[in-house]
């Protein structure tokens, strides 16, 4: 098995989304695609969400090949549960979207695919989010975590204004913060600075941030 | 010694009478003329209106025209936003899809107001400004140009799934971008400025660079005119060895976590080293901070024949105090008087 997880993983390095697929679809003959997610997938995003963490040699077209693999997975795992009409679990709801003024998308929808594939129900608001949808959204889906997502500095200083608006309505606690983007890679001292309960290095990351901070919400 | 006579005596490893300075200032002149952006970015004169006051301000040795590559994709038809207090970002790309591809106009795009903008912008300077200035016209590279036609992650789709229909773009973009530099160089350019913003080592593999570089040698012996590639916020030394041997380049600007010793290592024909102070963390960090980095960049490679001090990353920041500015050259003057 880790030989196969080591070919597998090559594939994320190449970013050859074609291969990567071609081998899981092949695997997935013998065994099924749901469980390509738990014995393959699934490991070798953590192996490779610890490198882009650790190292700077991975690159966004990794990262986002990753993604969209994930999200191709997911796909033939949703249409292998229809057909054995399969419930399966979620893990938690989470609410994303670029914060109000930006516009850099593709880290969002990286943290959409990644969550989606560990189980989560997500709710992508888009780009230019004000703080009040943010929140609004987060209570009308009953969500545990907020994603706020920006790339420059002086976007990423209006994500104060969910803090505030957390605050406001007394849900600090009861809906976690968490924020992400280069800005905060470059800048760690920034995500005290708008009130997020925490951020995520890279997008793989992401999943292991709203795992823990749902935890904290649940107690 | 003026401006243009110390930049070339650096590019040439010539006597130069004191190190040139390099200032990202292209949106800090907005807030020395006190103009909103949306002027600033769309009239050519408003454009050179604030570079005039940084020049006179800040006395840089190298002058930029307008540092908003998503002006470009509007050239196409994109949606921007220009905002009121940084420069402006692609909003909405004009292709949606991939067969979109086939309806961009490039003609219509040369002769847009943006393009226009651009091309004013430098010979309203060169005007002003007169012939010892450096004026550095910064255009997209046909490898970016896609990332504002179509957005990233569906240029970086296209490019890993069909080559063939990224290479009839890149085919596409590469004579745009041939037509627009001539402008510029028409228009009292002195050197363009390429930000490596889509090739670059977090963007892209290394072995995606290389493909994508293939015929960049052939492209950019077509330019008229010197070639500065600009790291744009990446890190430059891993690609670096890519960028080495291209025809007309004379300078990189390094990014401030590049190791200055390596690039001089991997520039192996003695090519000029720009920068390499983090211009966007200048509006926050203290003059003390900014002066002991300055020194620092000094004491590493301040003795290279072949280097200007400059700022890298993005554009300073429009908030930045004044005083964190001019402590830089300050800073320099000092270094060498002591």
């Keep these: ?219 | 010694m003026n401006s243009i006579q110390r930049v070339f005596a650096t590019i040439n490893s010539e006597y130069r009478d004191k190190i040139a300075l390099s200032l990202t200032a292209s949106l800090y002149g907005a807030k020395l003329i006190n103009c909103p952006l949306h002027e600033y970015y769309t009239e050519p004169k408003k454009y050179v209106e604030g570079q005039i006051r940084v020049y006179e301000e800040l006395e840089p040795d190298i002058i930029f025209s307008p540092f908003s590559l998503p002006l470009f994709g509007k050239a196409f038809g994109s949606k921007i936003k220009i905002f009121d207090d940084q420069p402006p970002n692609l909003v909405k790309p004009i292709v949606r899809k991939v067969e979109d591809i086939r309806n961009l106009d490039f003609e219509k795009a040369l002769n847009s107001l943006e393009v226009a903008y651009f091309i004013e912008s430098i010979g309203g300077l060169r005007s002003a400004l007169g012939q010892d200035v450096v004026i550095a016209g910064i255009c997209i590279d046909p490898f970016a140009l896609p990332v504002m036609l179509m957005g990233l992650g569906e240029w970086l789709d296209l490019l890993l799934s069909d080559p063939d229909e990224a290479n009839k773009l890149i085919l596409q973009t590469s004579n745009f971008f041939l037509e627009v530099t001539d402008k510029m160089f028409d228009a009292g350019a002195t050197s363009v400025v390429l930000p490596s913003v889509f090739i670059n080592p977090t963007i892209v593999t290394i072995e995606i660079a290389k493909n994508l570089m293939k015929n960049a040698s052939e492209l950019f012996s077509k330019v008229k005119g010197p070639i500065v590639l600009h790291s744009a916020g990446a890190r430059l030394n891993p690609f670096l060895k890519i960028y080495n041997n291209l025809p007309n380049v004379v300078a990189f600007v390094t990014d401030s976590k590049d190791e200055l010793s390596t690039s001089r290592q991997l520039m192996s024909n003695g090519q000029t080293i720009i920068g390499n102070l983090e211009g966007p963390d200048l509006e926050k960090d203290s003059k003390e901070i900014i002066s002991r980095k300055t020194i620092e960049i000094l004491e590493k490679i301040g003795h290279d024949a072949n280097f200007i001090f400059g700022t890298s990353g993005g554009d300073i920041p429009l908030n930045t105090p004044i005083e964190n500015i001019k402590v830089i050259k300050e800073t320099i003057e000092n270094y060498y008087a002591r």
């Design chain 1, 1 to 219: 098995m880790e030989n196969v997880k080591e070919e597998f993983y090559q594939f994320f390095i190449e970013a050859n989304k074609s291969g990567a697929l071609e081998y899981i679809d092949n695997w997935a003959k013998e065994h099924s695609y749901e469980e390509a997610l738990t014995s393959i997938v699934e490991p070798t995003l953590e192996k490779f969400g610890e490198k882009w963490a650790n190292e700077d040699d991975v690159n966004l077209a990794q990262g986002y090949i990753a993604a969209k693999i994930s999200e191709a997975i997911l796909l033939k795992i949703a249409e292998e549960r229809k057909e054995s009409n399969i419930q399966h679990n979620i893990t938690g709801i989470a609410v994303l979207g670029n914060i109000e003024d930006d516009y850099h998308a593709l880290g969002r929808k990286m943290v959409n695919n990644f969550l989606s594939s560990a189980g989560w129900e997500v709710y992508d608001l888009g780009n230019d989010i004000l703080a009040e949808e943010f929140v609004d959204k987060a209570l009308e889906v009953n969500a545990s975590v907020i994603g706020a997502s920006a790339m420059m500095y002086t976007n990423a200083t209006n994500m104060v204004k969910i803090r505030n608006e957390l605050d406001n309505r007394g849900l600090s606690g009861k809906i976690m913060f968490a924020v992400g983007g280069t800005i905060f890679n470059l800048r760690p001292g920034l995500v005290d600075e708008v009130g997020a309960d925490g951020t995520a290095p890279n997008a793989i990351e992401a999943v292991e941030l709203f795992n823990k901070l749902q935890q904290k919400v649940r107690g």
